[in-house]
T-cell receptor
Framework: SQQGEEDPQALSIQEGENATMNCSYKTSINNLQWYRQNSGRGLVHLIL?????REKHSGRLRVTLDTSKKSSSLLITASRAADTASYFCATDASGTYKYIFGTGTRLKVLA | EPEVTQTPSHQVTQMGQEVILRCVPI?????FYWYRQILGQKVEFLVSFYNNEISEKSEIFDDQFSVERPDGSNFTLKIRSTKLEDSAMYFC?????????????FGEGSWLTVV
């Protein structure tokens, strides 16, 4: 079954540093989305990248997608304490419209 | 940003009781989803709904679960006879259409505690 796996599972950095999180998946996809979740809260959409795209930017966020390796990365530049959250990738397999979530990366940004 | 609204935000129920969780989708969205997240675990797909019928469901979504759109606006998840292991955060999510690249927007969740 398709499953996203993020690594690292947990990441702790100093404010101002960059944070990189990776996501791997198993089957062909249409799209990959990244979400942020603050503790006990809902899922906030960050970026959607289509299978025919290789890189997307949004503010301090940069997402790459390598379909040959079935992997994606999320880079947060110049991190802030407010970026502390869990980050999930979610993929939809070709032929389906449901998104399957990865296990998430817990990011802690120290002030 | 458009919002998906869920109620209640938190519900405590006795084991064996029926629970209905409600969601108001974004107004022009056509695809609806329910996900759940057990405390500390990953977000799990339950069911997707389109054109007044279930389009996909997971193995978690067994006979004790049902979904409907009773009045054309609300989208509900019913759990007929709750079990302790149903305790989780339940998220409603909606998507505009069938085109590739539609973002799925999530609500803030309904936290269900079964005691």
């Amino acid at each position: 079954s398709q499953q996203g796996e993020e690594d690292p599972q947990a990441l702790s950095i100093q404010e101002g540093e960059n944070a990189t999180m990776n996501c791997s998946y198993k089957t062909s996809i249409n799209n990959l989305q990244w979400y942020r979740q603050n503790s006990g809260r809902g899922l906030v959409h960050l970026i959607l990248i289509r299978s025919n795209e290789r890189e997307k930017h949004s503010g301090r966020l940069r997402v790459t997608l390598d379909t040959s390796k079935k992997s994606s990365s999320l880079l947060i530049t110049a991190s802030r304490a407010a970026d502390t959250a869990s980050y999930f990738c979610a993929t939809d397999a070709s032929g389906t419209y449901k998104y399957i979530f990865g296990t998430g990366t817990r990011l802690k940004v120290l002030a | 940003e458009p919002e998906v609204t869920q109620t209640p935000s938190h519900q405590v129920t006795q084991m064996g009781q029926e629970v209905i969780l409600r969601c108001v989708p974004i107004s022009n969205h056509l695809y609806f989803y329910w996900y759940r997240q057990i405390l500390g675990q990953k977000v799990e797909f339950l069911v997707s709904f389109y054109n007044n019928e279930i389009s996909e469901k997971s193995e978690i979504f067994d006979d004790q679960f049902s979904v409907e759109r009773p009045d054309g606006s609300n989208f509900t998840l019913k759990i007929r006879s709750t079990k302790l292991e149903d305790s989780a955060m339940y998220f409603c999510a909606t998507r505009e259409g069938q085109a590739s690249g539609n973002t799925i927007y999530f609500g803030e969740g309904s936290w269900l505690t079964v005691v």
